[in-house]
């Protein structure tokens, strides 16, 4: 035991004092000794004891409250109460407000060395464990500091621009590059403020609108200057949801190269194919042809046609990307279901398929181009009727959400194999399933998608394999604060 130890005795009684005095100068502890309030208040100014004894009436106070006070301003200090002859009161007392030990008349010499002894290993005890405690917890404090540190580094120098949202939609975190990418100034305090205020874009709402409609909702921003982004939006549990932009503006800018490529050479290989076609119709008309000759004319005619309807594909697709048709005016969506069934009906009825349709009453109308609107929902219900058997159902239904129309076009067909699904809307890409017999330019659904992003909507595929296909499309209502009016 250190006998360099500060006892402080706070005792009015004098002989008391200095028997507690003379025993623990005996065992070798400094020892400071206050008979008053003001003496004791200095000491514990000036010093910090390693125990302090305390009677029960110290200066005409009482010597608890005194106690209580002590522990307040030092929480671990032990602390030795005596009293005379403590009560059954006393003693809980004393235990309930962490008194260290009690100590009562008669005192020996040895129990009062034994209590202060005891004490001050408790309390070192308690002193080292508090130490290793703090340490600890500092160490790993700053671990946790450290990987913020390294996730803050990344976050501000990634070029890919990261938004978190809480649950309401404000603010929590904007990387440099999101605020780049909307211009806000790299000190303009915009934490805890609501996304719509900050960033008032109806594209960037409706992206939000639209989060638990689809798995993995993605639009594209575009902007006056010409660039776009690709923004993603995806729930966070028990923070909110986080938003990530990607700049996709020279993807953009090969893409539409490519697209005109294309409508250039599909235009230009469309007049000797019109020739190839007229002169094939003569040779029948400038003499009598034999059967085989007959034959091989029809398959020159039918490989011809299906040029020519690959070629009109690949045009109108060049047309739609290229954003020409793209004047909008409020359109009816019913008209435009009514319209495509309509002009489906006899394909239908060939196939002896049966079209379900449920529609709410009063769809609010859409902003849209009803030209492509409507090739749109003929190429989804072309497919519908094509890949499904004789005899098959096809429901289509419409539901009104959050200023969006969802429509669902669903078919009792084959199914599109899970490894497809993914390429459905690109270009060419037909599925690994689908029978020799079935004709195709593997165009439709990326002209489908195209007309869908020009509406600002979204379209995806849910299918199982020998069940069925549904293919939803979400489209914005013609709403004013959504068409930015
Ligand atoms: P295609 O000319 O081949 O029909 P699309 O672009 O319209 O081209 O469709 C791409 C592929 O998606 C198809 O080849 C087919 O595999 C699959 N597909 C589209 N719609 C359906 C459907 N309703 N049922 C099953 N498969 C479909």
Redesign the pocket.
């Known amino acids: 035991m250190p006998k360099s130890d500060l006892i402080l005795v706070a005792l009015s009684d004098d002989q008391l004092q200095r028997l507690f005095e003379r025993a623990l100068v005996s065992a070798s502890y400094k020892v400071a000794l206050a008979s008053e309030r003001v003496t004791l208040d200095r000491i514990l100014h000036e010093s910090i004891p390693d125990l302090v004894i305390i009677g029960e009436d110290f200066d005409g106070a009482d010597g608890m409250v005194l106690v209580e006070e002590i522990l307040e301003r030092f929480p671990t200090m032990p602390i030795l109460f005596y009293a005379m002859q403590a009560t059954p009161e006393q003693l809980k007392r004393a235990l309930h407000i962490g008194v260290s030990d009690l100590l009562s008349a008669p005192l020996k010499i040895e129990d009062i060395m034994k209590a202060v002894e005891n004490s001050i290993r408790r309390a070192n005890r308690l002193g080292d464990w508090t130490r290793r405690e703090v340490r600890r917890t500092t160490a790993s404090l700053q671990q946790r500091v450290n990987e913020l540190q390294k996730f803050d580094t990344i976050l501000n120098n990634i070029e890919d621009g990261v938004i978190i949202l809480d649950e309401q939609f404000k603010i929590l975190l904007i990387n440099p590059a999101a605020r780049r990418a909307f211009g806000i100034w790299k000190d303009e305090e915009i934490s805890n403020k609501p996304i719509a205020e900050v960033i008032p874009r109806p594209d960037l709402r409706a992206l939000a609108d639209s989060g638990g409609a689809n798995p993995f909702p993605h639009n594209e921003i575009t902007f006056e200057d010409g660039r776009v982004l690709s923004a993603q939006f995806v729930v966070i549990p028990q923070v909110g949801s986080a938003i990530t932009l990607q700049d996709i503006t020279y993807l953009k800018q090969v893409d539409r190269l490519k697209s005109e490529f294309i409508h250039m050479v599909s235009h230009d290989l469309r007049s000797p194919l019109t020739a190839i076609l007229g002169y094939v119709d003569l040779v029948e008309r400038v003499g009598p042809v034999t059967d085989q000759q007959r034959d091989f004319i029809e398959r020159v005619q039918q490989s011809v046609q299906s040029i020519t309807l690959l070629l009109n594909d690949l045009m109108e697709l060049g047309r739609i990307e290229a954003g020409l048709d793209s004047q909008k005016e409020v359109v009816s969506l019913e008209d435009i279901i009514r319209f495509t069934l309509e002009s489906t009906e006899l394909q239908v009825k060939n196939k002896q398929q049966v079209v379900d349709l449920e529609l709410p009453e009063n769809i609010p109308p859409l902003r849209g181009n009803a030209i492509r609107l409507r090739q749109m929902l003929d190429?989804?219900m072309?497919?519908?009727i094509?890949?499904?058997p004789d005899g098959g159902h096809i429901t289509l239904k419409v539901e009104v959400q959050n200023n969006q129309a969802i429509l669902r076009?669903h078919?009792t067909?084959?199914?599109?194999p899970p490894a497809?699904q993914p390429h459905?809307?690109e270009?060419f890409?037909?599925?690994?399933?689908?029978p020799r017999g079935?004709?195709?330019?593997?165009?439709?659904?990326?002209?489908?998608k195209s007309i869908v992003d020009n509406h600002g909507g979204r379209i995806w595929?849910d299918?199982v394999l020998g069940r069925?296909?549904t293919?939803t499309v979400v489209l914005p209502l013609a709403l004013p604060e959504l068409i930015g009016a």
């Open positions: 190429n989804l072309g497919n519908a094509k890949y499904t076009l078919d067909g084959p199914g599109i497809d459905i809307f270009k890409y037909r599925g690994s399933n689908v079935i004709g195709g330019t593997g165009l439709g659904l990326a002209i489908v595929v299918s069925g296909t293919f």
